[in-house]
């Protein structure tokens, strides 16, 4: 049988992206997949985003066919790097049939690609295929491993997130990454829930220093409120306040290397927030800094401050485990 | 570990001094709670939202420390004279419906001679509510907050810093222009505010004002009064200040139903053929005032005597005397509205049908009229009305004259028996007992031995050692064996009848003496704290 249905990922875009000193053109794709195993994780929206259970023959032919979709809507000379997501792990094979994966890395041969995945699927037989498959000489490292590592604190990443992995395991697979020719993108997760805006930035600054042992590149993403989700539930019950943007700023300024810094939602309730005057100015600030590795455009916005800049000194020396938080 | 000597209690809400250490506080207040326990700034990583599902609370809940963080999961086993902080009770305020299961869930756990520190919370439009629901520590963070944000903060709400310019207040802060140093001051003030105000027994009546300027707050109120069976317990069975029915609010007040349900459920009216439903009055109690000697000259003991009154429903004659009835003011417009109307006229028909009469009239008009109009018509009685202008018109009165024509006077005083019911759920045997006056003072004797005397302040009625002999086994206080000396503290109340409020006459009885007394604290409390007087006792009487 073969499947000759239409089926779209669940979305696609092209952008630039910043890489060792250079912008280069890069392919965004969200797969629908098996879902992820794991599914817990309390900020997490994407835990509905997957096929229902289907018989992994039908699953694997849905998913090439969203290959096949990227493959008719995006020319390959438009990019050089391939970002991709399935809301889950790549590299599990419950999830995204192997032979799906072989196929992504026929369709991307020649890219710098970054896939997501947990650790307990970084396997370093499987990433040597995938790497023998796109490698054409290119790039010194053909793929990256991205993981969510979140905090390089135990005990936080437990109890404010869930992951269900140790920094143990996460260092295991970084080991294993790398002994297999890929390199390591970690993401970290500004303020998840139960933490302070004091300890949030504490921990993203220890988390920073230790996970850029690890990783060539390092990511940090603001908690975001998403829909469905557990700190959703918090938000509405007023016990949850997203990163305040100066905070993103004191880290970014701060930070030895250059970090990539999502800022999907920021400057709403939901994402990473200040007073609503100074949002999206700082924003962009962000997003000029994420894609140039200039500094300038964060420490020009510091400097020009707000005057919520106070509210902000108020909350980061002030807000206690006992008393939080004090803001909306 | 601190002690918390309660002076003054309304409701939840309480005044007095704590001791910890070597020093002493008067409470309630506002201070800077990190300096006086400085651990409060080296807790990590302990965040537990009030929200939070048991599991969660049991895992991650901080326990141990002063203060001792409390949660609606976990504030079992906490001892008198503990600091507890609810910690984030400041995100409560958000939710009214919430804020009031925590809080009577706590406050029912807890002993009450604990010290309850609300972190966060206090500004000046809020502090008559948490002092109201039994807060007595408050820091500055709220008010520090506000100024950071650039808030002036009075008890109408929080407003732009450029207010404080306007010379709403002048206190050191406006006159230096420094916003943090008045919000502390406005904070500080409003809290001292409160604390006098509860110390008047008006704190109700403050926070009736308070409340409305936020929707959240009223809403707490409202849901405080709906739990009606937790809130009752703690209200005081008299107050010496008048209540102040000038919200719709003052109708679902605790003390308010409590007077109504007590005349439903407990009183014990004469065995009388006529009731006659009267309008009340502005003077307290109703029977000095001019228009009742009229109505009385007319009646002359030939019909049992109701009051049809808003808040309270309806007052028999035999309770004009007792709070609130004697202590009341509403704003009189001749007009009711519908909540009047319909509280007052269930209340007559519950009554009514607890209390059957022949015959019942009603020397009434406008908003009484058709309360007593409506609640005759639910219970299935037929009104006889004697009025058609004013109730003291000569034409009404004439016309009552002729309705009560060939009814037979009450030959005896039904006082003593009403308040009885009223005050101890149980009826007594009024042969042979009269009451005698002596000065101002009234009493009621039998066969030469005084039984009760009537208190002046509450109306309420004091039983002696031979009064209390003849009122069954309620309203007793056991304890230990001693001798008290003096008055009982709640250290030594083995058991107390759970039916005493504050303010309420009891015996206190034990293996080595019996003593009367007057409650200063309600039984709730006697059996869960371990400090605080709790009998104001009058007299003594050792066995043997």
Redesign the interface.
């Known amino acids: 049988m073969v499947f000759e249905g239409y089926e779209r990922p669940l979305s696609s875009w092209l952008n630039r992206e910043f890489y060792r000193g250079e912008k280069l053109d890069c392919l965004t794709i969200i797969l629908k997949s098996g879902g992820c195993a794991w599914s817990r994780c309390l900020m997490c929206g994407y835990r509905t985003f997957r096929f229902p259970p289907i018989s992994e023959e039908e699953l694997g032919l849905r998913m090439r066919a969203q290959l096949r979709w990227i493959q008719e809507n995006y020319r390959d000379s438009h990019f050089d790097m391939v970002k991709i997501f399935t809301s889950g792990s790549f590299f599990d094979p419950a999830e995204v049939p192997p032979e799906v994966r072989r196929k992504a890395a026929e369709l991307f041969r020649g890219k710098l690609v970054i896939a997501e995945t947990r650790p307990e699927y970084v396997n370093r037989d499987v990433l040597e295929d995938f790497i023998s498959v796109i490698d054409e000489g290119v790039w010194d490292i053909p793929l990256y491993v991205a993981m969510g590592l979140e905090t390089t604190d135990d005990a936080i990443r437990e109890k404010s997130i869930g992951k269900g992995f140790d920094l143990e395991s996460y260092r295991k697979a970084v080991d294993r990454a790398h002994s297999s020719g890929a390199g390591v993108k970690s993401y970290l997760l500004l303020k998840p829930p139960f933490l302070t805006e004091g300890e949030a930035i504490a921990d993203m600054k220890k988390s920073i220093r230790e996970a850029s042992r690890w990783s060539e590149i390092v990511s940090m993403n603001p908690c975001t409120v998403q829909s469905g989700t557990e700190v959703e539930q918090l938000w509405r019950k007023g016990a949850y306040r997203p990163p305040y943007l100066w905070s993103i700023l004191e880290i970014l300024i701060g930070a030895e290397g250059h970090l990539l810094c999502d800022t999907v939602g920021a400057g709403t309730q939901r994402g990473a927030h200040n007073c609503g005057e100074c949002d999206r100015e700082l924003t962009q600030a962000i997003k000029d800094y994420t894609l140039s590795g200039e500094r300038a455009p964060l420490t020009s916005a510091w400097e020009k401050g707000c005057r919520c800049m106070v509210e902000w000194e108020f909350v980061k020396r002030e807000e206690r485990p006992y008393c939080m938080p004090l803001t909306r | 570990m601190g002690r918390y000597l309660i002076k003054k209690r309304d409701g939840l809400a309480r005044s007095g001094t704590c001791t910890h250490g070597d020093f002493a506080l008067e409470l309630p207040a506002a201070l800077d709670m990190e300096g006086m326990f400085p651990s409060?700034?080296e807790?990590?990583?302990?965040?537990?939202?009030?929200?939070a599902e048991r599991d969660f609370v049991e895992?991650?809940h901080l326990r141990g420390g002063s203060p001792a963080?409390i949660h609606p999961h976990s504030c079992e086993g906490m001892e008198s004279g503990t600091f507890v902080?609810v910690?984030?009770w400041?995100?409560a305020l958000?939710?009214p419906r919430m804020y009031v299961d925590w809080l009577l869930h706590m406050k029912g756990t807890v002993p009450p001679d604990t010290i309850w520190y609300a972190?966060?919370s206090a500004n000046p439009s809020n502090a008559a509510l948490l002092i109201y629901s039994g807060f007595d520590l408050f820091d500055f963070?709220c008010v520090?907050?506000a100024t950071?944000?650039?808030l002036f903060c009075i008890p109408d709400g929080c407003f732009p810093k450029e207010w404080m310019e306007s010379g709403i207040c002048t206190c050191r802060g406006c006159e230096s222009g420094d916003l943090s140093l008045h919000n502390r001051i406005a904070l500080v003030c409003e809290i001292n505010l409160a604390k006098r105000m509860m110390e008047r027994s008006q704190l109700r009546e403050h926070l009736e004002v308070r409340c409305r300027a936020s929707a959240d707050q009223v809403a707490v109120m409202r849901f405080l009064d709906m739990a009606y069976s937790c809130v009752e317990r703690y209200t005081p069975i008299a107050r010496s200040s008048v209540l102040k029915a000038n919200s719709g609010d003052a109708l679902n007040r605790p003390e308010v139903k409590r007077f109504a349900e007590r005349v439903i459920e407990r009183f014990i009216a004469p065995s009388w053929n006529t009731a006659v439903l009267l309008p009340c009055s502005a003077r307290k109690p109703y029977s000095t005032s001019q228009s009742h000697r009229k109505f009385r000259g007319v009646i002359r003991r030939r019909a049992h005597e109701l009051i049809v009154t808003s808040p309270l429903g309806l007052v028999p004659r035999e309770l004009e005397g007792l709070y609130p009835a004697s202590h009341y003011d509403v704003p009189v417009t001749g007009i009711w509205d519908r909540e009047e109307l319909h509280f007052v006229s269930r209340v007559i028909s519950r009554y009514l049908a607890s209390h059957p009469y022949q015959r019942v009239i009603a020397h009434l008009e406008g908003g009484a009229l058709q309360a007593a109009r409506m609640a005759a018509g639910a219970c299935g009685i037929e009104l006889e009305e004697s009025c058609r202008t004013s109730p003291q018109s000569a034409e009404s009165l004439e016309r009552l004259e002729d309705l009560l024509d060939g009814e037979t006077p009450m030959k005896r005083d039904h006082t003593v028996q009403g308040i009885i019911s009223w005050q101890f759920d149980t009826r007594l045997d009024m042969d042979g007992m009269s009451i005698r006056r002596k000065g101002l003072y009234r009493e009621v004797w039998r066969k030469g031995k005084r039984l009760f005397g009537f208190s002046r302040d509450t109306g309420l009625l004091v039983p002696t050692f031979e009064g209390w002999a003849l009122l069954g086994e309620g309203y007793r206080v056991r304890i230990d064996d001693f001798v008290p000396k003096g008055d009982v503290f709640a250290a030594g109340v083995r058991d107390a009848d759970e039916r005493i409020r504050e303010g309420d006459e009891v015996l206190v009885t034990g293996p080595l003496a019996l003593a009367t007394g007057r409650a200063a604290m309600c039984a709730d409390e006697m059996r869960r704290s371990r400090h605080g007087l709790a009998v104001h006792v009058r007299k003594v009487l050792k066995y043997g």
Do not use: W
């Open positions: 409060l700034r807790v990590r990583h302990a965040n537990v939202p009030l929200h895992r991650y963080f902080a910690p984030n400041h995100t958000r939710h972190p966060t963070k520090d907050l950071s944000k650039g």
